[in-house]
């Protein structure tokens, strides 16, 4: 195991079944996927639960954990998955006309804009959001891991299964659209 990775003791921790390594475990990495849960789905009540589910799925498939590669990585692309999940069952919801609530966008909680959505007012916030959660999934996930999450390029590849090169297409594309996005103007193609 890689003696550089601070995570590789916890996570031998929990596969040997210790309650206090898998605590730490969730201690050190809990509110970056729940920031990076929020920020995918724009509703901090869900962003709640999948950071729940993936956690649940990380130590379901923590033998399968690769301690050469950062943790955060590996529990980012899960995280990732989660809301990808969440996003195609509020998709069908629509679908079958289950409604939304009208003030979704109100859950929204203002105390901490990152860098890349951080608005004037409230009113830009909560459009900035809806942009950044209605972006097209190979987008956002590059966009949230690289400016909210602050993972570098290489990091942001792994966790994704992509080349840097695709990172750095994809971010710059991301922020192409968020910016389409937020001032109303016409759609181009992805």
Not at 59 to 74: E, H, K, V
Not at 103 to 125: K, V, Y
């Amino acid at each position: 195991m890689n003696s550089d990775n601070p995570d590789a003791a916890l996570v031998r921790g929990v596969l040997a079944a210790d309650a206090q390594a898998a605590r730490a475990l969730v201690e050190r990495h809990r509110e970056a996927v729940y920031r990076l849960a929020r920020s995918a789905t724009g509703d901090p009540e869900e962003a709640f639960d999948i950071t729940q589910e993936a956690f649940v799925a990380a130590f379901g498939a923590l033998s399968r954990y690769d301690p050469a590669r950062p943790f955060c990585g590996w529990i980012a692309a899960i995280a990732l998955n989660k809301c990808r999940d969440w996003a195609r069952r509020r998709a069908v919801r629509r679908f079958l006309g289950l409604p939304m609530a009208d003030n979704a966008a109100d859950w929204i909680a203002d105390d901490a804009p990152s860098p890349e959505t951080h608005a004037a007012s409230r009113q830009e916030l909560v459009v900035t959001a809806r942009a950044l959660a209605d972006l097209p999934s190979s987008l956002k996930d590059v966009l949230i891991l690289r400016t909210i999450e602050g993972m570098s390029q290489q990091e942001t590849a792994e966790a994704l299964g992509i080349s840097a090169k695709a990172v750095e297409t994809r971010l710059y594309r991301a922020r192409q659209k968020l910016l389409e996005m937020v001032r109303g103007e016409p759609r181009s193609r992805v």
